[in-house]
């Protein structure tokens, strides 16, 4: 456990004295002080604090002694680039195998979904979940299923089987995806995602349908991405949709890529 040392390290690097810190986290100076010299241990409400002030994941805070990062890869840290907030070191997936030790596609339907929010890393809890495979997907990469529901996504249909690729390292995810996110808090949503990680350590998640307004969310607050690879659905698409409600629609979405690739472009100069 480094907490102490690595909380003492990122004080002196950004230039801070114990009081102001202190101050910034609403804390006693003395408490402070207690953290820094591991006499006294923080409680969640305090690691989290500590990890919205540095800008750094409470498990790296604690896991990783920072005192032996090179000079670079503590430049990285401090600009977003934390391998925990990343996902390539966030966990080990808990996951199922079948007979010949084939990785399985566990189904988590709706009726599921507030368990897994609070069970997604137990065992006990992936194992009771249903499982299947699908033949022609690869063996190489870990997928699991969510039934979503509602229309923040239509025209794909409320109660949809959504298939998704695990993602270790969130990095890599690309603007415009089709992503399945897991969080504490809001549990489990299905969006297009903006990757802002590098920069602001967010994603926005966007709506196929134009109703539902675009958010953002901290990586902090994310526990697992799944990559879209396809959809389930006894249903066929509406066909009582109007041609001229079908024109807004589409009207609206080239609108919103527009509005992502015009941020992107601009943050990125």
Same mark, same amino acid.
């Given at each position: ?7 003492? =390290? ?17 804390? +006693?100076?003395?408490? =402070? ?13 305090? @690691? ?6 540095? !800008? ?6 604690? +896991?990783?002694?920072?005192? +032996?990062?090179?000079?670079?890869? @503590? ?11 990343? !996902?390539?070191? $966030? ?15 566990? $189904?988590?339907?709706? &009726? ?21 495979? /699908?033949?022609? /997907? ?6 699991? #299923? ?16 959504? #298939? ?7 990095? #890599? @995810? +690309? ?6 996110? /897991?969080? $504490? ?16 350590? &967010? ?35 509406? !066909? ?9 629609? =589409? ?7 527009? @509005? ?10």
């Amino acid at each position: 456990m480094y907490f102490n040392s690595n909380i003492k =390290l990122m004080r002196k690097r950004r230039g801070r004295t114990q009081d102001e810190v202190a101050f910034a986290l609403n804390m +006693k100076r003395s408490t =402070l002080s207690g953290y820094e010299n591991g006499v006294a241990q923080p409680g969640i409400q305090q @690691l989290v604090a500590y990890s919205d002030y540095f !800008g750094i994941s409470v498990d790296t805070l604690i +896991k990783v002694d920072l005192s +032996k990062l090179r000079e670079s890869e @503590l430049r990285q840290l401090e600009n977003g680039f934390d391998v925990f907030v990343k !996902g390539s070191k $966030l966990r080990v997936l808990t996951t199922t195998v079948d007979s010949t030790n084939t990785e399985n596609i566990e $189904l988590v339907p709706e &009726k599921a979904k507030a368990g897994y929010t609070r069970g997604f890393a137990d065992p006990e809890f992936v194992r009771n979940l249903p499982v299947f495979q /699908l033949p022609f /997907l690869s063996s190489e990469r870990k997928y699991r #299923t969510f039934q979503i529901s509602g229309d923040s996504m239509s025209p794909i249909p409320d109660g949809a089987w959504i #298939t998704g690729e695990f993602v270790q390292d969130w990095s #890599t @995810l +690309k603007s415009g995806e089709a992503c399945i996110v /897991l969080t $504490l808090d809001e549990g489990i949503v299905f969006k297009i995602i903006e990757n802002r990680i590098g920069r602001e350590g &967010k994603i926005n998640l966007i709506s196929l349908n134009p109703i539902y307004k675009p958010y953002e969310l901290a990586v902090v607050e994310i526990r697992e991405i799944w990559r879209f690879i396809h959809y389930i659905s006894d249903e066929l698409p509406s !066909g009582e949709i109007s041609s001229a409600d079908l024109a807004y629609t =589409l009207n609206q979405l080239k609108m919103d890529v527009a @509005l992502i690739k015009e941020r992107i472009v601009t943050k990125g100069d």
